[in-house]
């Protein structure tokens, strides 16, 4: 069975910096790329960012490039996302979401459940 | 970037109604669409890929049908279980990957 589990959800203020994890089983982690897709409480959804399934290749959205880097760790089947230089706009839950392919975007064919960051004052 | 626009926002139904969303794409996305479903408090849930390929373990009443620009996903008779927010999402032209606004099914 595919899981994902997001950690690292917490309350931090504007400016300030955050790490996620993703925990990753039930799949082979180093053939697919993996994605963070975020939903601000009540929104809709925004795809943040991806990573290819070696690391090699990584995207972003506009409204977190240059302050979000994306990152993986396929010895420990993990996925990370730094996030600096907070917003206020970016809470949200953050979740991971698995590609069915390996090196480019398309669709998110498993979900994990999400951590929740808030960025407040 | 490609704009996905939703149809419409929220739609009433009965249970065993059937219930027809829309997505459209300010351009063309091809077959490259997906439809996904999320109930309050859940992550999203894959429905249906490449407009209309059915994820594994999904009901058949869910359908998708379209390509372009103009897309339907379709629920032929409504269950308890299917009162959600549905999105669609586009992978034709990217980054970014880019979702609709959402379309909730209320029960009427």
């Known amino acids: 069975e595919v899981q994902l589990v997001e950690s690292g959800g917490v309350v931090v203020q504007p400016g300030g910096s955050l790490r996620l994890s993703c925990a990753a089983s039930g799949f082979s982690f180093d053939d697919y790329a993996i994605h963070w897709v975020r939903q601000a409480p009540g929104k809709g959804l925004e795809w943040v960012s991806l990573?290819?399934?070696?690391?090699?290749?990584?995207y972003y959205a506009d409204s977190v490039k240059g302050r979000f880097t994306i990152s993986r760790d396929n010895s420990k089947n993990s996925l990370y996302l730094q996030m600096n230089s907070l917003r206020t706009e970016d809470t949200a839950f953050y979740y991971c979401a698995k590609d069915p392919g390996r090196y480019t975007g398309s669709y998110f064919d498993y979900w994990g459940q999400g951590t929740l960051v808030t960025v407040s004052s | 970037e490609i704009v996905m626009t939703q149809s419409p926002g929220t739609l009433s139904v009965s249970p065993g109604e059937r219930a027809t969303l829309s997505c459209r794409a300010s351009q063309s996305v091809s077959s490259n669409l997906a439809w996904y479903q999320q109930k309050r408090g859940q992550a999203p849930r894959l429905l249906i890929y490449d407009a209309s390929t059915r994820a594994t373990g999904i009901p058949a009443r869910f359908s998708g049908s379209g390509s372009g620009t103009e897309f339907t996903l379709t629920i032929s008779s409504l269950q308890s279980e299917d009162f959600a927010v549905y999105y669609c999402?586009?992978?034709?032209?990217?980054?970014?990957?880019?979702f609709g606004g959402g379309a909730k099914v209320q029960i009427k």
């Open positions: 999402q586009q992978y034709n032209n990217w980054p970014p990957l880019t």
């Open positions: 990573i290819s399934r070696d690391g090699e290749s990584t």
